[in-house]
């Protein structure tokens, strides 16, 4: 499925009235209670969905909608972002697309990719991390979410930030994040990459695009 990348920035936006908060962390049953986040590309359609599910199971609406946006939000901000890699020169989108450990290869290297906010709890500033790369890419190994995701191998990292704080907001900017993925690609040297050897032992490449605001 090819997206249209402008009006899944539209959809997206919409989503950033509201604030953006998790009130449990992610887990299996709501999981599979929200799964028709995968097929609902338009806040409408999800609005209506959520409504359908808190009146059949009686969940509290509030964190009900919360979860379900949150997960929506985050879904198909990445799809975008794969979507922009594999439409560049040299990138190649993996065979079988429920692979949780690679979305594409870059110049023949499998990568997973991941867009996270700029974390609070990483306790050093963003110019500190900006110049100290290999220090935020292990703490976002380590900290990562235990869900279906969860692994140690190459993976490339979209870190955004916001000047305002709102940095979750920048999931939405997909031409902004475009134009970085665009820029990364366009110099990218295997060099480049920072090299790890986590609990497994097996080497694992990684690095971090920039995208600010």
Do not use: C
């Not at 990445?78 to 949780?100: L, N, R, Y």
């Not at 499998?110 to 220090?135: E, G, I, L, M, R």
């Not at 907001?169 to 665009?182: G, T």
């Amino acid at each position: 499925m090819t997206l249209i990348l402008e009006n899944i920035e539209n959809e997206l936006k919409r989503r950033h009235q509201y604030s953006y908060k998790w009130y449990r962390k992610q887990n299996d049953a709501w999981d599979n209670y929200t799964n028709f986040i995968y097929q609902t590309s338009s806040w409408d359609t999800l609005i209506r969905k959520i409504a359908i599910v808190v009146e059949m199971h009686d969940f509290d609406k509030q964190q009900f909608f919360q979860y379900a946006a949150n997960r929506w939000y985050n879904f198909w901000s990445a799809q975008a972002v794969e979507q922009i890699f594999t439409e560049i020169d040299g990138i190649e989108p993996v065979a079988e697309t429920k692979d949780s450990e690679k979305d594409f290869y870059l110049f023949g290297i499998p990568f997973d990719h991941k867009t996270s906010v700029f974390p609070k709890q990483f306790n050093k500033t963003f110019a500190y991390a900006q110049t100290h790369k290999s220090d935020l890419i292990e703490w976002l190994y380590k900290n990562q979410s235990t869900q279906k995701r969860h692994h140690f191998k190459n993976r490339l990292f979209i870190v955004v930030y916001a000047e305002n704080g709102e940095h979750w907001k920048l999931k939405a900017e997909i031409s902004l994040l475009k134009k970085s993925i665009q820029k990364y690609a366009a110099s990218f040297r295997r060099e480049q990459l920072h090299s790890f050897t986590f609990a497994d032992g097996q080497q694992t490449l990684s690095d971090i695009i920039w995208v600010s605001k």
